[in-house]
């Protein structure tokens, strides 16, 4: 979740240079980008890293951070950076001109990565993790707003379709949505909300999650005025929680209460992202439907 205001979102709407990635297709359970080789190097029980980060010192390099900086530019193979078990209280930025890296950690418990950048820092939103234009679901996640500078509010989601016709979107389903401790308390005074659209066509679902009394009632929020009021399509199904009142909820036409189960499976990960052909090879616990 990024704390934005409408000036940095502002920034992101007219950004000309944003390419983000959308595919699906798969070769024998891998996405179809990755190649033979990388497919090899994942399926090995040991890899030889090329550098070792540790945070307490018994590797090259303490901070992932140095590790990729120390990584040489325009490479033309896998240079391996492993991520021993700890917690990296770090932005981590792979420029492009640093290719081929690839991170090992210790397991998704383990090696943990984390970072904190709003604009009062000088970052803007599209320089964060911020899923915008791809079809992503967040399954079993905790999902916590913060307590943002004075004047922001906290959003969410901000997706970005930009045609009808794309198969993108954000689902957000069995997951949990509330407030770290330094939030809650003045939550009032710093409103948080379900999302907002950051094109045209911006789809979100949220579906079968807890939603905390952090959320607004109003639960989504506008960009510009009526801009895309009218054309997004946002969802919610069978959520639950103090903040999953949908009597208070924006009265716009995009937005929607899904009742029927059948259209609510069109935005599980077996539907919406074809989980099946794909999310075993993962090694990540998940469900493919409601």
């Not at 996640?141 to 509010?153: E, F, L, T, V, Y």
């Not at 794309?166 to 509330?178: A, D, F, L």
């Not at 999302?195 to 679902?205: A, I």
């Not at 937005?255 to 090879?281: D, Y």
Request: proline share 4%; hydrophobic share 35%; charged share 20%.
């Amino acid at each position: 979740i990024k704390n934005m205001t409408d000036t940095d979102m502002m920034i992101m709407r007219t950004s000309n240079n944003r390419k983000l990635i959308e595919e699906t297709s798969t070769v024998d359970g891998w996405p179809a980008w990755l190649s033979t080789g990388d497919r090899r190097l994942l399926q090995s029980s040991s890899v030889t890293p090329n550098v070792v980060v540790a945070a307490d010192g018994s590797g090259n390099f303490k901070t992932v951070a140095a590790a990729v900086a120390a990584a040489p530019q325009g490479g033309t193979k896998r240079y391996i950076i492993r991520i021993k078990a700890g917690v990296y209280r770090e932005n981590v930025e792979v420029t492009k001109k640093h290719k081929n890296i690839m991170f090992i950690g210790d397991g998704r418990t383990r090696t943990i990565i984390t970072g904190s950048r709003n604009v009062v820092d000088g970052s803007t939103t599209f320089k964060s993790a911020t899923v915008g234009q791809t079809a992503a679901v967040l399954q079993n996640c905790d999902i916590h707003a913060r307590k943002p500078n004075s004047g922001q509010k906290n959003m969410v989601t901000a997706q970005g379709r930009a045609d009808p016709n794309q198969n993108t979107g954000i689902v957000i389903q069995k997951s949990r949505i509330g407030a770290t401790s330094d939030l809650k308390p003045v939550q009032g005074s710093f409103p948080t909300y379900l999302g907002r659209p950051w094109k045209e066509y911006s789809r979100t679902v949220i579906m079968q999650s807890s939603i905390t009394d952090v959320i607004h009632p109003a639960g989504w929020h506008e960009w510009d005025g009526n801009f895309a009021l009218n054309t997004l399509f946002y969802g919610e199904h069978q959520n639950a929680g103090a903040g999953a009142g949908t009597s208070g909820r924006v009265k716009w036409k995009g937005f929607r209460v899904i009742t029927s189960a059948t259209e609510a499976q069109a935005f599980t990960p077996g539907s919406f992202i074809a989980g099946s052909s794909w999310l075993g090879s993962t090694g990540f616990p998940f469900s493919l439907g409601l």
